[in-house]
């Protein structure tokens, strides 16, 4: 069992347990700051009973026209806490935010790498959209893992009930082309 609650600035400093875990992005202090403060209504917190955070999801909504959309920066659940359907309530409450919002799709960034994560999304009923080159920075220092695709992934929401936002154009693209229109 778990409550959400709206992540809060003083989460910064409870998180830890979390972002430890090597499948977890982690950001600059500023990086969440921005979010808490351009997109509260998108960033919450799964707690349990006792206090523990259990997990969290960040994300905001973008784009213009029928390109207006969800998107999921990060969504990260405590492996202990795992299998527990925690990572699904986080997405519904994120889809459900994005319906007020009027949005006509959610999207996420995962590695190609990342089979448990691809799989958990297409269970909540996203699919491919589109392939990133690139997406994700390796590093230059010696034995850093190598840059690495990612999938755009996407599920149409209701403002969107033909799913015109789930067939992209090109299939895969550089990182540069992104944001370009």
């Known amino acids: ?19 430890f875990d090597p499948l977890t992005e982690n950001y600059g202090t500023s990086f969440y700051l921005q979010y808490l403060v351009n997109w509260p ?6 707690e349990s009973p ?15 026209g029928e390109e207006w959309h969800g998107h999921v920066t990060t969504l990260t659940v405590s492996p202990q806490f795992r299998r527990l359907g925690i990572a699904h309530t986080l997405m519904n409450q994120l889809e459900k935010i994005s319906e007020n919002q009027k949005c006509y799709f959610v999207d996420l960034f995962v590695r190609v790498s990342n089979d448990v994560a691809k799989n958990m999304y297409k269970n909540f009923g996203y699919s491919v959209y589109r392939q990133i080159v690139e997406y994700y920075a390796g590093g230059n220092a010696p034995h850093s893992p190598p840059d ?5 992934m996407r599920k149409a929401l209701s403002r969107d009930p033909d799913g015109k936002s789930l067939i992209a154009k090109k299939k895969v693209i550089k990182t540069n082309e992104l944001f370009s229109n």
Do not use: W
């Not at 209504?41 to 799964?46: G, H, K």
């Open 1 to 19: 069992m778990c409550t959400l609650r709206p992540f809060t600035c003083k989460d910064l400093f409870r998180f830890n347990r979390v972002n």
């Open 41 to 46: 209504e998108y960033c919450t917190v799964a």
């Open 50 to 64: 006792s206090g523990q955070i259990m997990g969290y999801i960040l994300g905001k909504s973008e784009g213009q």
């Open 148 to 152: 690495e695709d990612a999938y755009d």
